[in-house]
């Protein structure tokens, strides 16, 4: 494989992490193509232009550019308004590859189904295979609702199940992730491939817990049981404060010891109430030991992890987990929810704790378990090291590309209606 075009529509790799619709799923686009890039392969990435002051293309690493794609206006539309904007982008996606000369791209590779979308259109166009990524699916999120959120809509279980009918090859984050495809989208399962996506260890490593505390201004004796992520029913950042609430009524001398960081921004029906966390935070008593802290880049977000008691993911769903990695990475315990690609990624009592539900007192246990029991977090995060050094990106890419050849021998003639 020489040449990749990828699609990620809806939100673009050089996004900032942590808030509107940018999380794990741009982590991974753009951690893939550096390593794919890294390998020799030229990727390009097509995304949805959000500002007419972005230039039309960006290098983001050797080998790695990024195209945006003007499909609709700039600004104030929600993610929700994107598949009226379809056309209009596979529009430009395909005259940029018609100023090529033919056969320049080997394969496609889309990212959630709105750019599977696209991908089908192109590799009809380009007669070469698709492979795509679903990184969330309607169904596994309609089944485990957050209070709060809105069911995914029918268009989007429908385009969903074009793009798994149409793909030559599906990649899976877990093995649970593939059953999930055969057993709700009726996918073939040899054309389901599971690769596990990685952590940056150069980045996300272990610190001094003392420095790192200084530098982010945290009490060096403090219990830090940090959040990070988008701030949004899904990921069910009241799930920590709730229990944090537990936490303080079983023991109130916590209290003058403890930090709780909420290190991220309002994104999808989030926004909708972005101060509902603070309103929450203020109703269980807790502005005193509640900090909310704004998106941050990644080298600072490894100094949050390293400064971390543990890490809570308290999700509701998640098809692999990218922050429970990296703050293992760090060699930080995470408390975690029994759901989604979690269970892959935390070995549970190993690395970390699995949760079973969102009852807040059984979190509350976990943590207390973390914070008291005697052996426990130095356990865990040695734990955690060994759990994380099982994800690399350097292996993601590689298993890609074998993907990808793989998608090249199984490329139908003709696609499923």
């Known amino acids: 494989m020489d040449r990749v075009a990828m699609i990620s529509l809806h939100t673009s790799p050089l996004d900032q992490p942590g808030t509107g619709d940018a ?37 983001a690493a050797p080998g790695v550019l990024v195209r945006h794609v003007a499909a609709g206006p700039y600004e104030g539309l929600a993610k ?17 590859e018609a100023c090529q ?19 089908m259109l192109a590799r009809d166009r380009w007669q070469v295979p698709l492979v795509h990524s679903m990184h969330t699916m309607a169904k596994v999120k309609n089944a485990a609702l957050a209070t709060g959120d809105a069911p995914e809509p029918t268009a989007r279980l429908i385009g969903e199940q074009q793009v798994v ?3 030559d090859v599906l990649v899976a984050n877990t093995a649970q992730e593939a059953g999930q495809l055969v057993d709700l989208y009726e996918a073939d399962p040899a054309r389901v491939e599971v690769v596990h996506p990685g952590v940056d260890l150069g980045v996300f490593r272990p610190q ?20 990070a992520g988008r701030i949004q029913p899904l990921k069910a950042p009241d799930v920590l404060l709730r229990a944090v609430a537990v936490l303080l009524e ?12 909420v290190v991220g921004g309002p ?24 900090r909310f802290v704004p998106p941050v880049d990644r080298s600072t977000l490894a100094c949050w992890y390293a400064a971390a008691t543990l890490v809570a993911v308290p999700s509701h769903n998640e098809s692999f987990g990218l922050v429970a990695v990296e703050a293992q990475a760090a060699g930080t315990p995470v408390v975690a929810a029994a759901v989604g690609g979690l269970t892959t990624v935390v070995a549970d009592e190993s690395s970390g704790l699995l949760v079973q539900g969102h009852d807040p007192r059984d979190w509350a246990h976990a943590l207390r378990r973390v914070l008291e029991e005697p052996g426990l977090r130095e356990r865990l995060g040695r734990g955690a090291l060994a759990q994380a050094a099982h994800f690399a990106w350097e292996r993601t890419a590689s298993e890609t590309l074998e993907t990808y050849g793989r998608a090249a021998s199984l490329m139908r003639t003709e696609v499923p209606a």
């Open 267 to 290: 994104s999808g029906s989030g926004l909708e109430h972005p101060e509902s966390l603070a309103l929450l935070a203020d109703e269980l008593g807790l502005r005193d030991v509640v």
């Open 23 to 59: 999380g794990g799923m741009n982590v991974y686009v753009l951690e893939l193509a550096r390593r794919l890039g890294q390998q020799g392969v030229e990727v390009d990435i097509f995304t949805r232009a959000t500002s007419s002051s972005l230039p039309a293309t960006v290098e």
């Open 101 to 119: 000369p033919v056969g320049h791209y080997d394969v496609v590779h889309s990212h959630y189904w709105l750019s599977g979308q696209v991908g």
């Open 250 to 261: 079983l023991d109130p001398g916590l209290r003058s010891r403890l930090v709780v960081p």
């Open 208 to 227: 001094d817990v003392a420095g790192a505390r200084r530098q982010l201004g945290l009490p060096l004796d403090a219990h830090v049981l940090l959040f």
């Open 80 to 96: 929700a308004d994107l598949p009226a904007q379809l056309c209009a982008f596979a529009r430009e996606v395909l005259r940029a």
């Open 165 to 167: 009918a149409a793909a």
